[in-house]
C-alpha cells in the first residue's frame, strides 16, 4: 500500500475513535482538542500502518514529515510558517518551546484532517447576537480585529479587552479568529474577571 493510502486509512481510524476535548478556549467559549487528545492514539495507528510522522522545525518553517516505513522513498511532507509567541513572564526557550508546540498541533490537526470549532464559519453576521452601534455594525470580524491590534499596539489592551468582553460570543469568536496570538495573549492576560 501507497504512503498515501496508509495515510488515509490512518485518517479513518483516527476519525472512527471517540477522542475527548480537553482544552477550552474561555474567552470564545468553545472546546478544542490539545496536542495530547489526538497524538498517542495517532501514533499507534501509524505504528500499525507502517507510518512514522517526524517534526521539524527551521527559522521560516515548520515541517511534518509522513513516511512510509516499508518504502524508503515514500513520504508526504506537510509545511506551516513559522510564527512567534509573547508570552507574558517567560524566558526567550519557553517563547519558542511554546510556538513549537502550537506548530506540531497545527501541523498534526492538519495530516489527519481533524475537524475542530472554525469561529468564522460558525458565527452568524455581526448583529446577529448584539446591537452595536451603526459604525461597528458595519464593520466586518476582520476590520474590527485590526481596530483591536491596534489599540493592543498603542497599549490599550485593558480598553480593547474591556470593549469585547461587551460583545456576543459569536462576534467574539469571529473577531478572535483574525488576532494573532501576540495580541491574544495580550488581551487574555489583562480580560476582565466575570
Known amino acids: 500500500m501507497k504512503v498515501h493510502a496508509k495515510l488515509m486509512q490512518a ?6 475513535l471517540e477522542i475527548k476535548k480537553s482544552g477550552r478556549n474561555e474567552f470564545a467559549k468553545y472546546n478544542y482538542m490539545e496536542l495530547g487528545d489526538f497524538l498517542i492514539p495517532t501514533q499507534q495507528i501509524f ?4 507510518l512514522c510522522g517526524v517534526v521539524s522545525f527551521t527559522a521560516d518553517v515548520a515541517t511534518l514529515t509522513i ?14 510558517p513559522m510564527g512567534s509567541a509573547s508570552l507574558k513572564g517567560c524566558h526567550e526557550v ?3 518551546g511554546a510556538v513549537e508546540s ?3 498541533r497545527y501541523l498534526w490537526v492538519t495530516a489527519m484532517e481533524i475537524v475542530e470549532h472554525d469561529a468564522i464559519d460558525s458565527s452568524a453576521p455581526i448583529g446577529d447576537d448584539e446591537k452595536p452601534s451603526k459604525k461597528a455594525e458595519d464593520m466586518s ?15 490599550d489592551a485593558k480598553g480593547a479587552a474591556l470593549a469585547m ?3 456576543g460570543e459569536k462576534t467574539l469568536n469571529a473577531v ?13 492576560a489583562v480580560w476582565p474577571k466575570e
Do not use: C, F, M
Not at 513516511?67 to 506551516?80: A, H, K, P
Open 11 to 16: 485518517r479513518i481510524k483516527l476519525h472512527g
Open 141 to 155: 470580524p476582520k476590520a474590527r480585529a485590526t481596530r483591536i491590534a491596534a489599540g493592543v499596539k498603542d497599549g
Open 102 to 104: 502550537y506548530q506540531r
Open 47 to 50: 505504528a500499525e500502518l507502517g
Open 165 to 167: 468582553s461587551g460583545w
Open 94 to 96: 519557553q517563547q519558542i
Open 176 to 188: 478572535w479568529a483574525h488576532l494573532d496570538v501576540a495580541t491574544q495573549d495580550k488581551l487574555t
Open 67 to 80: 513516511t512510509d516505513v516499508d518504502d524508503d522513498n515514500g513520504s508526504i511532507v506537510i509545511t506551516s
